[in-house]
């Protein structure tokens, strides 16, 4: 494996005390990508030993990364959003519309922490129906660490799959 995005330098456009939220995603998204290259659209919605499957980790990462950067903009979630939540889990989505899904918001993300001014990551957000508080950047590196988290979880799931 090439040298890892956290040990490469700067991310160009990102702000400085958002580099490791950006060095992660870049790294989850690298990982899953070559992770899933050559795995076998058949066994996409299979749970070995009852655990979640490549299918879900693919659609709850981009998911969950959706949701937190809404909140992080101060938003709503969507009814498309909220679909998309009740959904997770459920067949039905292929192995490269899920890539692509994934591919497309890790983009969005970075195109997002790109533009998010430094002085407005200690600002209140409310998260989630009950608007539990969290931070700007609160919601940025739980966007990043639970990436990295599912994207073990996958990589776990598909070494013991293969």
Known sequence: MATEYWMSGPVDNIPALLQPVAHALLQA??????????FPEARLWERPADVASPGFHLQHISGVLDRLLTYARAESLSQEQLTYLSEEGKPGKRLQELLDLFNT???KALMQLSVTPEDTLTDFRGVGRKQLPSTVLGLLFHAAEHTMRHTGQLLVTVKIML
């Open 105 to 107: 918001q890790t983009h």
């Open 29 to 38: 998204n690298l990982e899953v990508n070559d992770l899933m290259q050559d």
